[in-house]
């Protein structure tokens, strides 16, 4: 996906880069969580940004690389409803989908300027309003070392996941950070619903992991295991320590 880079830090230029769109896969407890699906359309999506998709770049693809099949998947969480992040959920149907309340309510009404990200179906016949779980509360454990923390900014009810690992705790953040300069300056991402909160996002999930996995990363590899970018702690900051 190519996309300009530039409006997520304050003063840069227009950049236009080509992004991955990722979705993160986590294995423990018996279960296999998949947080995002990811584009399915790019015709439709490059109306917004120009996009490519090449057959094994589909969920389906990478998932049948990697040995498995949508019905094996046991849990979604999906960060946000954007289209480049849930638009698969549908070739899903098995699982358990955890989205935040607040990102349900503003999907089906939401602002102008991000109506055209939510312009696709996540439910139908085959997945229902009764397979989405739909999370009031902040710090929401989906199983144990999985667990939900509201993140808003980039939209109302974004989440994030934290993520127990030999590593540390890995944040999936989603969308609250597009870039490591959001991360460090701290500054909101380009496409945002509140700047204030999207920066008091970002300070949430720097004091609550070690590791980010950014859903637009061009530096993660496919298929990556370990060694995600480590987040510097926040000045003053006892360290994992104190969570």
């Avoid at 289209?83 to 070739?91: L, P, S």
């Avoid at 989908?97 to 439910?123: G, K, N």
């Avoid at 204030?196 to 720097?206: F, L, N, T, V």
């Amino acid at each position: 996906m190519d996309f300009d880079m530039g409006p997520s830090v304050p003063g840069r230029e227009p950049n236009i880069q080509s992004i991955p769109v990722w979705a993160a896969v986590v294995e423990g407890n018996g279960s296999l969580i998949l947080v995002d699906t990811g584009i399915k359309d790019a015709v439709r999506h490059s109306r917004l940004a120009p996009t490519t998709l090449d057959p094994e770049e589909t969920l389906k693809g990478r998932m049948a690389t990697l040995g498995w099949k949508p019905s094996d998947v046991d849990v979604v969480v999906n960060t946000h409803l954007h289209c480049d992040h849930a638009e698969n959920n549908r070739d899903v149907p098995g699982a358990q989908f955890f989205v935040s309340r607040t990102e349900w309510e503003y999907a089906l009404a939401p602002d102008t300027a991000q109506a055209a990200l939510y312009d696709f179906d996540w439910t139908g016949t085959e997945l229902s309003f009764l397979n989405y779980t739909l999370i009031d509360v902040d710090h929401y454990d989906v199983l144990p070392g999985v667990r939900l923390i509201q993140t808003p900014g980039h939209t109302p009810g974004h989440q994030s996941v934290l993520v127990n690992t030999a590593e540390g705790v890995l944040c999936v953040v989603g969308d609250a950070a597009g870039s490591m300069e959001n991360l460090m300056a701290p500054s909101p991402p380009g496409i945002n619903s509140s700047s204030s909160e999207a920066i008091q996002s970002i300070h949430k999930i720097r004091r609550y992991c070690d590791r980010v996995f950014m859903s637009h990363d061009p530096n993660i590899d496919e298929f990556q295991e370990h060694g995600f970018p480590i987040v510097p702690p926040l000045s003053g900051w006892a360290g994992p320590a104190g969570r």
